[in-house]
């Protein structure tokens, strides 16, 4: 382009000429405001502190009116106009100008002025005005104003320079600073800025923020904590964050969006759906409207620091469960011994007296009925002694499967028809070390309960797995050992159970039956049983969500089959054989003594075993 093009240059003199016409003479507001454009800049003579915009601007220039009524007397004393491009150029000029203010005649001389003029669809328009008022030192420079205007260019451009470079270390600071934090940094950005207050219709703002706010940046510590690529994150909305909760999200975004900051512990979940637990600071950004445009995050993850706080608190509470089971077992197994002792002597007279010939019909159906009684008092001590582990379990090499499949054929018998029976059973399942009679009483406890947990119907399930457990995994389970195990899971669809009740679930007759339909020891004897084959069981339930007990036994990987032995039942004969008694109990030593005499048995008794020597001494061989 030329830069000399007379034509232009005419151009931007003519509206440099409108504009001292506008100004200084006709002082037209109006006309004025039309010459300038929207980004007018001011330069010198205080305008660049004062004028800060057009409408400051604006402002300047009414005061300048209202305080000089009168019209300025001016003489342009010379001007130049610059070319820079073909729609930009630079006026300068240097006048005289005299004019009235407060009744004061007020005259300045050598008055300079440089002018930005821009051109756009043929209108000429200012956009950057500087004054300069006069100094006796360029008094007589006439090419002043130019050259003023490259030296306060060339001072600005350095600053600019020196302040470019500042930001750029801050920037370079705050970039490395956010890239290399061990703690998750993000921002998320909304499509458009949304308005929150009192007058809000906040669900449907929610409502667009979930759809609308994206991740705009993160840092590697963030994709670390969620275990993904900058390409799958950026760009992840609320509603990907929080699909597997969204009334969670809705309630935290809410509180953000109300406070303008948050911090909270929550759990949301890492990109494979693992869970994710963090500690997170969030922070609304808002624009000069006061919208919220978005907000910064920085989050910790505190995932195992929530497993090792839950591990204490669960090991507090096996702790403590194993130290109350333990005083139980104590007290229980006392009691069992007593009266398993009482029921013996009470029996073995009932079945002698039922053999005598004297009783009458009427008599023996009545010691029938004591016979039966005295039968479920037996198995009731019989689970006192499984749960306090006086029973020790006669152990073999078991198919846990095999005795799954056997008790199922029995429930497909016994259950009401509204429970539905299914079996997920590993066929590739381990032997373990146990004894069957235990282990189908455990399956038989645990799936009656199940179905008493659903009156009205449901389905019950029984599978089988193998298990290799971790240090990690046995950690609140000190009894429990590393290696193969087999867990037997049996579960419902029932009612379901709250934590206080859990908690008191294999405590000595409690029940959550109604009365008459329980006795309290069939899960004290489960826990009884597991704990005397060296397993664990965990229990998971929720009121209305069913129950599910999950019971793991060490695998026998090295244990081989024992052999079976089938004797043919004898029927004991008496003769010339001397047999010594030996209890402490009177009522059974001499129960016995007589139980063997009727069979022609010579019997001797003793209450000791001190005793038993001294009698042994005067009648053995």
Same mark, same amino acid.
């Given at each position: 382009?030329?830069?000399? *093009?007379?034509?232009?240059?005419?151009?931007?003199?003519?509206?440099?000429?409108?504009?001292?016409?506008?100004?200084?003479?006709?002082?037209?507001?109006?006309?004025?405001?039309?010459? #300038?454009?929207?980004?007018?800049?001011?330069?010198?003579?205080?305008?660049?502190?004062?004028?800060?915009?057009?409408?400051?601007?604006?402002?300047?220039? @009414?005061?300048?009116?209202?305080? +000089?009524?009168?019209?300025?007397?001016?003489?342009? /004393?010379?001007?130049?106009?610059?070319?820079?491009?073909?729609?930009?150029?630079?006026?300068?000029?240097?006048?005289?100008?005299?004019?009235?203010?407060?009744?004061?005649?007020?005259?300045?001389?050598?008055?300079?002025?440089?002018?930005?003029?821009?051109?756009?669809?043929?209108?000429?328009?200012?956009?950057?005005?500087?004054?300069?008022?006069?100094?006796?030192e360029h008094e007589g420079d006439e090419s002043y104003p130019l050259k003023e205007l490259e030296e306060r260019n060339e001072l600005l451009n350095r600053k600019v320079e020196e302040q470019?470079?500042?930001?750029?270390?801050?920037?370079?600071?705050?970039?490395?600073?956010?890239?290399?934090?061990?703690?998750?940094?993000?921002?998320?950005?909304?499509?458009? %800025?949304?308005?929150?207050?009192?007058?809000?219709?906040?669900? /449907?703002?929610?409502?667009?923020?979930?759809?609308?706010?994206?991740?705009?940046?993160?840092?590697?510590?963030?994709?670390?904590?969620?275990?993904?690529?900058? *390409?799958?994150?950026?760009?992840?909305? %609320?509603?990907?964050?929080?699909?597997? *909760? #969204?009334?969670?999200?809705?309630?935290?975004?809410?509180?953000?969006?109300?406070?303008?900051?948050?911090?909270?512990?929550?759990?949301?979940?890492?990109l494979d759906g693992r869970q994710l637990w963090i500690d997170a600071n969030y922070i609304c950004l808002f624009d000069h409207e006061g919208r919220i445009l978005g907000h910064f995050g920085?989050?910790?993850?505190?995932?195992?620091?929530?497993?090792?706080?839950?591990?204490?608190?669960?090991?507090?509470?096996?702790?403590?469960?194993?130290?109350?089971?333990?005083?139980?077992?104590?007290?229980?197994?006392?009691? +069992?011994?007593?009266?398993?002792?009482? #029921?013996?002597?009470?029996?073995?007279?009932?079945?002698?007296? @039922?053999?005598?010939?004297?009783?009458?019909?009427?008599?023996?159906?009545?010691?029938?009925?004591?016979?039966?009684?005295?039968?479920?008092?037996?198995?009731?001590?019989?689970?006192?002694?499984?749960?306090?582990?006086?029973?020790? %379990?006669?152990?073999?090499?078991?198919?846990?499967?095999?005795?799954?499949?056997?008790?199922?054929?029995?429930?497909?018998?016994?259950? %009401?028809?509204?429970?539905?029976?299914?079996?997920?059973?590993?066929?590739?399942?381990?032997?373990?070390?146990?004894?069957?009679?235990?282990?189908?009483?455990?399956?038989?406890?645990?799936?009656?309960?199940?179905?008493?947990?659903?009156?009205?119907?449901?389905?019950?399930?029984?599978?089988?797995?193998?298990?290799? #457990?971790?240090?990690?995994?046995?950690?609140?389970?000190?009894?429990?050992?590393?290696?193969?195990?087999?867990?037997?899971?049996?579960?419902?669809?029932?009612?379901?159970?709250?934590?206080?009740?859990?908690?008191?679930?294999?405590?000595?007759?409690?029940?959550?039956?109604?009365?008459?339909?329980?006795?309290?020891?069939?899960?004290?004897?489960?826990?009884?049983?597991?704990?005397?084959?060296?397993?664990?069981?965990?229990?998971?339930?929720?009121?209305?969500?069913?129950?599910?007990?999950?019971?793991?036994?060490?695998?026998?990987?090295?244990l081989k089959a024992a052999p079976v032995r089938s004797r043919a039942e004898r029927v004991p004969k008496g003769g010339n054989e001397t047999i010594l008694v030996v209890d402490d109990e009177?009522?059974?030593?001499?129960?016995?003594?007589?139980?063997?005499?009727?069979?022609?048995?010579?019997?001797?008794?003793?209450?000791?075993?001190?005793?038993?020597?001294?009698?042994?001494?005067?009648?053995?061989?």
């Amino acid at each position: 382009m030329n830069l000399y *093009d007379p034509v232009k240059i005419a151009k931007f003199r003519n509206a440099f000429q409108r504009y001292l016409d506008v100004y200084l003479t006709n002082r037209d507001l109006a006309s004025l405001k039309e010459m #300038l454009a929207d980004d007018l800049c001011g330069y010198g003579s205080g305008l660049d502190e004062v004028c800060h915009d057009l409408q400051d601007g604006m402002r300047l220039f @009414a005061r300048d009116i209202s305080s +000089a009524p009168n019209p300025f007397k001016y003489k342009i /004393r010379n001007q130049d106009i610059k070319l820079l491009d073909a729609r930009n150029a630079i006026a300068v000029c240097e006048l005289d100008f005299e004019t009235i203010i407060l009744g004061q005649i007020i005259k300045m001389n050598h008055f300079r002025m440089m002018m930005v003029l821009h051109e756009d669809a043929g209108i000429v328009k200012i956009s950057g005005l500087h004054v300069s008022f006069p100094t006796i030192e360029h008094e007589g420079d006439e090419s002043y104003p130019l050259k003023e205007l490259e030296e306060r260019n060339e001072l600005l451009n350095r600053k600019v320079e020196e302040q470019t470079k500042k930001l750029l270390e801050k920037q370079q600071q705050l970039e490395m600073f956010f890239s290399q934090s061990l703690d998750g940094f993000f921002f998320m950005m909304l499509d458009e %800025p949304v308005v929150w207050d009192e007058f809000a219709n906040k669900d /449907r703002v929610l409502d667009y923020v979930f759809a609308h706010q994206r991740v705009t940046k993160v840092n590697q510590a963030m994709l670390k904590q969620y275990g993904a690529r900058e *390409d799958q994150f950026l760009g992840l909305t %609320p509603k990907d964050l929080f699909k597997h *909760d #969204l009334p969670q999200g809705r309630n935290i975004w809410k509180g953000l969006f109300d406070k303008g900051r948050w911090h909270m512990e929550t759990d949301q979940r890492r990109l494979d759906g693992r869970q994710l637990w963090i500690d997170a600071n969030y922070i609304c950004l808002f624009d000069h409207e006061g919208r919220i445009l978005g907000h910064f995050g920085v989050q910790r993850d505190i995932t195992d620091k929530k497993r090792f706080d839950q591990e204490q608190k669960n090991f507090r509470k096996q702790l403590v469960q194993a130290q109350k089971m333990k005083s139980i077992g104590i007290l229980a197994g006392g009691v +069992a011994h007593d009266f398993n002792n009482l #029921l013996q002597a009470m029996r073995g007279n009932i079945e002698l007296l @039922a053999r005598n010939e004297f009783v009458d019909p009427q008599s023996a159906r009545r010691l029938q009925i004591v016979n039966r009684s005295m039968d479920r008092a037996a198995k009731l001590v019989q689970q006192l002694m499984l749960f306090s582990r006086k029973t020790k %379990p006669s152990r073999k090499r078991l198919e846990l499967n095999q005795e799954v499949r056997e008790t199922f054929r029995m429930l497909e018998r016994t259950i %009401p028809r509204m429970v539905t029976l299914e079996l997920d059973l590993d066929p590739c399942l381990l032997p373990i070390s146990g004894d069957p009679v235990q282990i189908e009483q455990l399956i038989l406890n645990l799936t009656s309960n199940a179905v008493d947990a659903m009156p009205e119907g449901g389905t019950l399930t029984i599978e089988t797995r193998n298990m290799e #457990l971790t240090e990690d995994e046995i950690r609140i389970h000190p009894s429990a050992t590393v290696g193969p195990h087999v867990m037997l899971t049996v579960s419902d669809t029932g009612h379901g159970m709250d934590e206080a009740t859990i908690e008191q679930i294999f405590d000595p007759f409690f029940t959550t039956k109604k009365t008459g339909k329980g006795t309290g020891l069939g899960m004290a004897s489960v826990y009884g049983i597991v704990k005397a084959h060296g397993g664990f069981i965990q229990c998971s339930s929720k009121p209305g969500q069913g129950t599910a007990f999950n019971v793991f036994f060490p695998a026998a990987v090295d244990l081989k089959a024992a052999p079976v032995r089938s004797r043919a039942e004898r029927v004991p004969k008496g003769g010339n054989e001397t047999i010594l008694v030996v209890d402490d109990e009177p009522e059974i030593r001499e129960l016995n003594k007589e139980v063997l005499e009727d069979f022609g048995y010579t019997v001797y008794s003793a209450s000791s075993g001190e005793e038993a020597l001294d009698v042994y001494r005067e009648h053995g061989p």
